[in-house]
């Protein structure tokens, strides 16, 4: 009875615990604008499954003209990343415009699963249209042509232009070295960052695990604008859930003009048999 009652315990079986999976993690890098942090808001509410644990987050300080140190920008950038590699977690990162550039150097010196730029400013701003950022501090070229009119518009310092080109001259080169699979997009009526400026930097990447889609119409804030921003959202997804750039060698129909031209060669071979038999002489 007792020897009985023992052997339970001793089978009894242990749950183990197991620690839940933890979510991918998206890391934002937002480009040279007053929104800031606030131009991917469409990305936290289009995620509905919550599939990703987003992250936005400010790199500057558009009301201290001060703040105006790009390394410092980049700085905080990097302590964000950090911070999720330290948890051992699977990043993401998405660099919009200057954040494109930044999200590309921290791809070099951190441990990012996959990288997508949408516009990087990898080359510097239309010429035409530097006069306009430097007197309005590209307040209304990085807005949205539909904001309310009345409502005063916050500025960008002017010191923080100077900063901008400092470090999109400082961290463009970095592309060149990124190993982890890379996704562009780009508008083709982009009217800050010209679209040779993905190009250019497409080519530059020195493995095959990237892609660069053109959007038609789309403009340089790709995700508000209202033709293609829904477009480049299900481009993104497609692209972390390994539709896009998997890296697993895909089986292909048999090529169909192959296979007839074999079967060409074989009947004119076959006729060529039956002729030569027919003409071989009887002894």
């Known amino acids: 009875m007792f020897k009985w009652l023992s052997s339970l315990f001793s089978k009894k079986e242990k749950k183990e615990i197991s620690s839940p999976v933890q979510k991918p993690v998206v890391i934002t890098i937002h480009g040279y604008g007053r929104r800031r942090k606030h131009e991917m808001d469409n990305l936290l509410l289009w995620d509905k499954e919550?599939?990703?644990?987003?992250?936005?987050?400010?790199?500057?300080?558009?009301?201290?003209?001060k703040d105006c140190d790009w390394m410092l920008w980049v700085s905080r950038a990097k302590e964000v990343v950090d911070s999720y590699a330290m948890q051992k977690r699977e990043i993401y990162l998405i660099g919009f415009s200057m954040g494109g550039v930044i999200a590309s150097y921290l791809a070099t010196v951190c441990p990012v699963k996959k990288l997508v730029l949408l516009a990087p400013a990898f080359q510097y701003i239309h010429l035409e249209n530097i006069a306009s950022l430097i007197t309005k501090g590209a307040a209304s070229l990085l807005s949205s042509s539909s904001e309310k009119k009345d409502i005063k518009e916050v500025e960008i310092p002017r010191p923080f232009y100077g900063a901008f080109?400092?470090?999109?001259?400082?961290?463009?080169?970095?592309?060149?070295?990124?190993?982890?699979?890379?996704?562009?997009?780009?508008?083709?009526?982009?009217?800050?960052?010209?679209?040779?400026s993905s190009i250019n930097a497409f080519e530059k990447i020195k493995h095959q695990q990237k892609k660069l889609f053109i959007l038609h119409n789309g403009h340089h804030r790709l995700l508000t604008d209202e033709q293609v921003n829904w477009e480049c959202f299900q481009i993104i997804m497609l692209f972390f859930h390994n539709k896009i750039l998997h890296g697993e060698v895909i089986e292909q129909a048999e090529d169909i003009l192959e296979v007839m031209r074999k079967e060409h060669q074989?009947?004119?071979?076959?006729?060529?048999?039956?002729?030569?038999?027919?003409?071989?002489?009887?002894?």
């Open 165 to 196: 080109m400092d470090l999109v001259k400082a961290l463009k080169k970095y592309i060149a070295y990124v190993e982890c699979p890379v996704l562009f997009i780009h508008g083709d009526a982009d009217e800050v960052i010209p679209l040779k």
């Open 50 to 65: 919550q599939e990703f644990e987003i992250v936005q987050f400010h790199m500057y300080d558009i009301f201290d003209e």
């Open 266 to 283: 074989t009947e004119q071979h076959d006729e060529a048999d039956t002729i030569k038999k027919e003409v071989e002489p009887i002894i």
